[in-house]
């Protein structure tokens, strides 16, 4: 029996998708129009086609409208940046979202920076990011909001906190480090080249694990009472001959010492899609209210 309090993801992000769903509600009596999400995916992945499809599912049952544009494998460069140009001009489209990964002959860079920042759902254009780091008001990546969330509804205030974050991803890292700093935790990002990486780890208030290695952080390395975000979704062989989803943490050693964890899955996953319409509706807002 574990002695920590199990973070559900699930619950969390239902609720979330509720508040979502009635501030469309008031959205669409205040300026007479719904909210738009355009969703881009290139070529055939199982996992984005699967994410794809969730997502145009929820965003409908928010009761925003969902532009779904699927495109063949050999879609050329300056064909996908033409779809987004014409999103980006679309009054209906509020926010924008191409599916990663892209085919190796589209430059992923080039694609985000085409977005225009006020549409960029996902938070990743150079705008975004650096609206983020200097304190301003731009769009958050969805996975590090969901986390941040999370983190504040089981904690409350963080300020003075040590938090770990182990990974220094331009989607995950980097952004949940800034998000941290903004709480006034003194925060430390570990990464592969980190010497002792378990030593660090004991030291933090706050750990949040985003560096895909399963299992990677052990029971021993959680300092006693820590609040862990396990962000890694692992696919590893299970004891039943088949696969099983396994975080960058060891749930099972975690949590006899963590005063709470997100289990994986049911964790961190949930609160991606509805942090991605929370991003919308509020690029949505913002959009009208600057004219």
């Known amino acids: 029996m574990t ?5 559900d993801g699930k619950a969390f992000a239902a609720k979330l998708r509720a508040d979502v769903a009635e501030g469309v509600r008031v959205f669409k009596v205040q300026y007479g129009m719904v909210p738009g999400l355009a969703v881009v995916l290139v070529g055939t992945d199982p996992a984005s086609e699967i994410y794809v499809r969730n997502k145009g599912k929820m965003t409908r049952e928010a009761g ?3 532009f779904e544009h699927k495109l063949p494998e050999d879609t050329s460069e300056g064909d996908l940046l033409g779809l987004v140009d014409k ?4 009054d209906r489209v509020h926010g924008i979202l191409v599916q990663l990964p892209l085919p190796r002959h589209i430059s992923e860079q080039k694609v985000i920076e ?8 996902d938070g990743f254009h150079v705008v975004n990011a650096g609206l983020l780091a200097t304190g301003g008001e731009g769009i958050v990546p969805c996975t590090p909001l969901g986390c941040l969330m999370m983190l504040k509804h089981r904690v409350g205030d963080l300020s003075g906190m040590k938090a770990l974050v182990i990974g220094r991803s331009n989607i995950v890292g980097k952004p949940m480090a800034q998000l941290l700093l903004r709480e006034s935790c003194t925060v430390t990002v570990a990464h592969s080249r980190t010497r002792d990486l378990a030593a660090e780890c004991r030291q933090a208030d706050i ?14 390395w959680i300092k006693p009472g820590a609040v862990v975000i396990d962000v890694g979704m692992n696919r590893i062989p299970g004891d039943d001959g088949k696969t099983r989803l396994a975080g960058d943490v060891n749930f099972a050693e975690a949590a006899e010492v963590a005063s709470a964890i997100t289990p994986v899955p049911g964790g961190v ?15 949505a807002r913002r959009q009208m209210a600057s004219g």
């Open 3 to 7: 002695k920590a309090e199990i973070i």
């Open 207 to 220: 750990l949040v694990a985003a560096v895909g290695v399963p299992e990677l952080v052990r029971g021993d």
């Open 87 to 90: 999103l980006n001009r679309d």
């Open 269 to 283: 996953g949930p609160m991606t899609i509805a942090c991605l319409l929370a991003n919308t509706l509020t690029a």
């Open 114 to 121: 085409a977005i225009d920042p006020a549409k960029d759902v």
């Open 64 to 66: 925003m409208n969902s």
